[in-house]
């Protein structure tokens, strides 16, 4: 099989061509074309829902277990000890940790306990569907619909927060940011080399209305969303 | 919730029936949308289900956003409007930055080279076993057929779409595509498929496809997905899903194919919060959907996950004919459904009565372009014209005024029927002047209520249904409340599903005169009563 000949299809320059003339173009778009007028301004006063000033860590608490998930509050002192209680009454006997200096205290606990634990990096995807327990940072948290941001990048991966069927995350409170028109505004300057593969806004527990549109949690990725809480940072 | 309780037995099992959506063309839809009426069951899982997203709908945008849903809209439908009046720039920069985030990108005129180019990557990865999650596109082009026929095996990975997959059957809905089954036939799919015992508890259901589906991740070496949007400023595909399986067939698997429409793209980042506010709302009426996933390349060196290649296949098949100046807004669309839900038709006849893969308003307004007028000549007149899937629109489109324009292309084009034509042409002479349309309706008030008068024809309505009818049942046809069965000739079909309320004895123009209405206009416009004289 010869891997270098062309894929099927049609060229970029004929496809992009049919475009510019059903647009009514008299010839097709080349690069010297100017840029188009900017597209309807996203007026805060329409779209916004969540503002600055409200009580953010209230409202990302209340929307997070309005969509299904668990919120747990700490601090920061408490936060490994928490994490490890919360660990034990979920019964999770083998779980996968990001590998964040902000989580390296809850690996080695969890060993004292006599956990299995393991850093996310040395478990790959395929040896997640053996594992009860992913603890993964955020990037950020939106407050307006409880989401949790998971990145993939600078070292972490797509497979903890979505393999097992327990997800941990750990929310500390200064990641809050009050509205969905916040995160994506915060990607302005986001260029396509330098972003991680993979963004996921997570808004609960997987889950399914399918069958009869009966709600059902748990259906391909985790069945419970805990959300570890640090108000104080 | 209560499981309900688990019979020994299935019941017996529906034959297993031809591809709902393999019609000969040019497709009558009558006779599907009449099936469909009277399937009861149907009725009323459609029925409900329609109506409390519809409600959901209007709850959470009233709840969260208020007076300010109209301008919501409005942006929204800018947004979208804005990037496809401009689309050839916007794909042009796509596809650049697609291209530095290290995605293969490919051109797709058709369906045909769509289906060539998904083949040709498998081929050359030399992939057996391929995961899909839910994509509209695909189902349009057939893809899954098509890869089966070369040998990889394809599984749906969306609940739904896999208890389809299994049934042979086909979505009727945009977003909840299994809205026309059951349980109970969600059940005997598996016991027959996967040779497990009978259940109909939807948990339990769901416990087994997730179970069997992890395996299938587990093992596939292709993923492919569909796209809810595509971002020119970074050259992201986003998706937007609640089950998880998205995740999984774009995360697990070496190699990923999206394939998206052209419509598909928005400029930037901030237009994707907008657009995300408006998604979900209207599909599901959930404020976003579980996972919304911006997928920017493969893997990159630093992370530890991801497939090792991304593709995505562009895809015109005929939306470059849509994006002309007067159909142009339909592109707009997001697929959220809310039409669907919406809809007084889509409601009563189901998704699988449109004969094409996008049922509801806009189906019936995209299926004749992007499959030709001629071959589905009832669908710009499956709609009541009320407005209810334009108010339902989350970016504005006028579905009415379109359905209004492809009827009067099928006039213009010759497709509209003798007899139809015939009959509008008629119509037209009986209003065109006073006398004629005097003289006609004076004779459509006698015929009809000679007709009603024949025993086997007329029957008294109670006024209110559920209610018990007045004490007094005005019987004479030449009373007010009387209503034609079985109307003669082509009012025939009209009154097959419904009554036909025979015309009152007296004119409108005759109590008007009688009341001296028009000595009141001569007077000067006044109006009587409590004179509301906007």
Redesign the interface.
């Known amino acids: 099989?010869n891997?270098n000949a062309p894929?099927?299809?049609?060229?970029?320059g004929?496809?992009?061509a049919?475009?510019?003339?059903?647009?009514?173009?008299k010839a097709?778009?080349t690069?010297a074309?100017a840029?188009?007028p900017p597209?309807?301004t996203?007026?805060e006063?329409?779209?916004r829902?969540v503002g600055a000033g409200e009580d953010l860590p209230d409202v990302f608490a209340k929307?997070a277990a309005a969509?299904g998930m668990m919120v747990h509050k700490t601090t920061g002192a408490a936060l490994t000890d928490d994490l490890v209680a919360l660990v034990d009454s979920l019964a999770a006997g083998r779980v996968a940790i990001q590998d964040r200096d902000s989580l390296a205290g809850v690996l080695s606990a969890l060993r004292h306990r006599g956990r299995k634990a393991d850093l996310?990096?040395t478990v790959?995807?395929?040896a997640l569907?053996d594992v009860d327990a992913g603890i993964t940072d955020v990037q950020a948290a939106i407050a307006?619909?409880g989401?949790l941001v998971c990145s993939?990048?600078?070292?972490?991966?797509?497979?903890l927060s979505?393999v097992p069927p327990l997800h941990i995350a750990v929310v500390w409170c200064s990641q809050i940011v009050p509205?969905?028109?916040d995160?994506?505004?915060s990607?302005?300057g986001?260029?396509?080399?330098t972003?991680?593969?993979?963004?996921?806004?997570?808004?609960?527990?997987?889950?399914?209305?399918?069958?009869?549109?009966?709600l059902?949690t748990?259906?391909?990725?985790?069945r419970e969303v805990h959300v570890m809480l640090v108000l104080d940072a | 919730m209560t499981p309900s309780p688990t019979p020994l037995t299935p019941p017996p099992a529906a034959p297993v029936h031809e591809h709902p959506l393999n019609v000969p063309l040019p497709y009558d839809l009558k006779p599907r949308a009449a099936k469909a009426i009277g399937d009861i069951r149907l009725q009323q899982f459609v029925g409900s289900a329609t109506k409390a997203k519809d409600h959901g709908r209007r709850d959470g945008f009233r709840d969260v956003f208020g007076d300010r849903y109209d301008s919501l809209r409005t942006l929204a439908g800018d947004i979208k409007q804005h990037t496809l009046d401009h689309l050839d720039w916007y794909l042009e920069r796509f596809i650049d930055n697609a291209a530095r985030a290290g995605v293969q990108i490919h051109y797709a005129i058709d369906a045909n080279e769509a289906n060539a180019i998904t083949l040709e990557i498998a081929r050359r990865n030399q992939c057996r076993l391929c995961v899909k999650s839910k994509s509209m596109v695909t189902e349009e082009t057939g893809l899954v057929p098509a890869l089966e026929a070369i040998g990889v095996e394809t599984v749906e990975t969306d609940l739904g779409e896999f208890i389809l997959q299994l049934d042979h059957d086909a979505p009727s809905h945009i977003v909840t595509p299994m809205i026309h089954k059951d349980r109970t036939a969600v059940g005997r799919a598996f016991t027959r498929e996967l040779g497990v015992p009978y259940t109909d508890d939807p948990a339990t259901l769901a416990a087994i496809a997730r179970a069997h589906l992890r395996e299938k991740y587990r093992h596939a070496d292709l993923g492919i997905s569909g796209a809810n949007f595509l971002i020119a400023q970074t050259g992201s595909i986003v998706l937007c899903t609640n089950e998880g399986n998205g995740r999984f067939c774009t995360s697990a698997p070496r190699i990923h194919i999206a394939i998206a429409g052209i419509e598909k793209l928005i400029p930037a980042t901030e237009h994707l919060a907008v657009m995300l506010k408006m998604l979900a709302r209207s599909s599901t009426a959930q404020p976003i959907t579980c996972y919304t996933h911006m997928i920017t390349g493969p893997r990159r060196e630093d992370e530890h996950d991801g497939p090792d290649q991304v593709h995505l296949i562009l895809l015109d098949n005929g939306r470059t004919e849509i994006l002309r100046k007067e159909t142009r807004e339909l592109l707009r669309c997001i697929r959220c459904g809310a039409c669907l839900n919406a809809c007084p038709v889509y409601r009563r006849i189901g998704g699988h009565s449109y004969g094409a893969v996008y049922s509801g308003p806009i189906g019936a307004a995209i299926t004749p372009l992007l499959k030709g007028l001629h071959n589905f000549p009832d669908l710009p007149h499956a709609t009541s014209l009320c407005g209810a899937c334009f108010e339902a629109c989350p970016v504005k489109i006028d579905l009415p005024k379109q359905f209004i324009m492809l009827r009067k292309k099928m006039v213009e084009q010759g497709i509209t029927d003798l007899r139809t034509r015939a009959v509008y042409r008629l119509w037209g002479l009986m209003l065109r002047w006073g006398w004629t349309y005097r003289a006609s309706s004076w004779v459509q008030r006698r015929v009809l209520r000679l007709l009603a008068r024949r025993g086997d024809s007329r029957r008294v309505m109670p006024p209110t249904a559920g209610l018990a009818p007045p004490a007094k049942v005005r019987a004479d046809p030449f009373e007010d409340n009387a209503w034609l069965s079985h109307a003669p000739g082509p009012l025939g079909e009209w009154t097959k599903e419904r009554d036909f309320p025979t015309p009152t004895a007296r004119s409108f123009r005759d109590w008007w005169k009688d009341r001296g209405g028009e000595q009141a206009e001569v007077r000067g416009g006044q109006r009587e009563g409590n004179g509301d004289t906007r």
């Open positions: 099989m891997v894929f099927p299809g049609t060229s970029r004929a496809f992009v049919r475009v510019s003339a059903a647009l009514e173009r097709p778009i690069p074309d840029a188009p597209p309807a996203v007026n006063s329409v779209v829902v929307r969509a996310g990096g790959d995807f395929a569907y307006e619909t989401s993939s990048g600078s070292g972490r991966g797509r497979g979505l509205d969905l028109v995160y994506w505004a990607h302005a986001s260029l396509p080399q972003l991680p593969s993979s963004i996921v806004l997570i808004t609960g527990p997987s889950k399914t209305a399918d069958i009869e549109g009966v059902i748990g259906v391909h990725g985790p």
